[in-house]
């Protein structure tokens, strides 16, 4: 069975290289990183609307943000593990949130 992101890959191997290459380890290469920048694209992707759901619960009040703060913290942690994100800059996002909270919970 075809995944539908390995079909995906081979769409995009397809149209998006310029000059093919002739070495076969070359034609490897080009279809695992467009594997990788898809994969890492996905979880960057998962980030940004957990960042975007922890920014609409905080517009709705601190306890439904705090709620959405450990789900958002997750997914950083998970996207710094896989490699996506770097720690300090995972660090930052989440200290910018729990700065946020503790603004939102004192006002």
């Known amino acids: 069975a ?12 397809l149209w998006e290289v310029k000059e093919l290459p002739n070495i076969q380890s070359a ?11 898809l994969r890492n694209r996905m979880v960057k992707s998962g980030v940004k609307t957990s960042i975007k759901k922890f ?3 905080l517009a709705e009040g601190a306890q ?3 709620a959405q703060l450990s789900a958002t913290t997750s997914a950083i942690d998970k996207a710094v593990a896989k490699g996506v ?7 930052r996002k989440k200290a910018r949130m729990a700065l946020a ?3 939102a919970s004192n006002a």
Do not use: E, H, W
Request: glycine share 0%; no cysteine.
């Open 64 to 66: 439904p943000a705090a």
């Open 27 to 37: 034609k490897k290469r080009v279809k695992v990183s467009k594997t990788k920048n």
């Open 101 to 103: 909270i503790n603004k």
């Open 85 to 91: 994100i770097k720690k300090n800059a995972a660090n």
């Open 2 to 13: 075809v995944l539908k992101s390995q079909m995906l890959v081979k769409a995009v191997y």
């Open 55 to 57: 920014n609409a619960a």
